[in-house]
Every structure is written in C-alpha cells, then in structure tokens.
C-alpha cells in the first residue's frame, strides 16, 4: 500500500474550510450578528484562503489533476515562493487565521475545519512533503495517430491471423476450435 499523501487533504479541507468561513462571514454581516466585524474578517479571511488553496500541488506519484482555471492562482501562489510551498508555515497560517472567527457563531464551523486543516498540514510537513505546482508542460513526440496506418478491419477480441483467414467453402475448418473442452456435467 503506498504513502498517503497528507497535503492533498490538507488542501481539499482547507478549501472547504474557507468556503465555509466565507459563507458564515456573508451570514454575520449580512445578519448584523452583535460583532459583526469578525463576520467582516471572515469573509475577508475565507476569500484569502480560497485563493491560496485553489490550486491543487502535484502529487508525489501518480497523476495530478489540477482544478478548472487554476493556472493563474498557480503562478500567483508560486510567487510568495517558501511562504507557500512549506506546509509548516501554511499549518501555522491557516491555525492563526481561524482564531478570530470563532469568536461569533456563524463563523464557528469554518474556523473548525481550518483548524483541522492546519493540523492535516502539520502532518504533511512533518512527513517531507512540500507544495510543488502543477504547470502546463510541453508534449513531445508524434503527434497522435502517426503511428497507425490502417484500422483493425475486424473489432476485437481479435483471433490471430492464421485462424481468421479460413475459407468459407469449408465450414467445418472455418469454425473456431475451442481450446477447453466443454461436458454437459460440469455444473
């Protein structure tokens, strides 16, 4: 069984932690709970964590799928350079961004999930693991379909060549010889 890959939790939790940090943040304010001003940092605090998880990190083996749009977040998010690719420092942003959110109610639950999230990025940076971007390569070789030149003319599964070119005047050496043989009593 092979590695878990801790930061790709890390990061669809604290995506999740920082819609949800938004949504409780739009309530406060849009509410007027009694200190809607940490409502107010919420929603500000959960736009900042959107935009610094949107975009996914390569995986360590495997294929990577990077998220619709991402590419531009990506080459914003690669700028900041070791503030962004070392799961130390985002485990111990992400614990300090959700302190004031939970001082009201709507934005409890977001400031939970990110505080889960940090600690999921404390386990990812304890065990080597560090943000690496997914950016478009360059393919090279053939283009695809230089290599064939004609279509199979038959569709699969495909009987090897010698048994497939059988003459129908002779029905009974153009029947297919089964390589099992088969008894009436085998059920």
């Known amino acids: 069984m092979g590695k878990i890959e801790w930061a790709m939790w890390a990061n669809e939790q604290a995506l999740a932690a920082g819609l949800i940090l938004l949504t409780g943040g739009i309530v406060g304010v849009a509410g007027q709970f009694r200190d809607w001003e940490f409502a107010a940092y919420g929603v500000a605090a959960g736009i900042f964590v959107c935009l610094l998880e949107y975009p996914r990190g390569k995986r360590n083996k495997g294929t990577s799928m990077a998220r619709t749009g991402q590419y531009c977040l ?16 985002r485990a111990l942003l992400h614990a300090v961004i959700c302190v004031p959110g939970a001082f009201i109610l709507p934005t409890v639950l977001g400031c ?36 064939i030149e004609e279509p199979p003319q038959n569709p699969p599964p495909r009987p090897p060549a010698e048994v497939r070119r059988k003459r129908l005047e002779d029905l009974e050496g153009a029947a297919y010889v089964n390589p099992i043989p088969v008894t009436a009593n085998e059920m």
Do not use: D
């Not at 990506?74 to 130390?88: A, D, H, I, Q, R």
């Not at 386990?123 to 560090?130: K, Q, S």
């Open 74 to 89: 990506t080459v914003c998010v690669k700028v900041f350079g070791p503030l962004t690719s070392n799961y130390y420092i």
């Open 112 to 147: 939970v999930c990110l505080a889960i999230a940090s600690i999921i990025y404390l386990i990812a940076a304890i065990r080597g693991e560090r943000w690496v971007p997914i950016l478009p390569t360059k393919e090279t070789g053939k283009p695809s379909g230089a290599g």
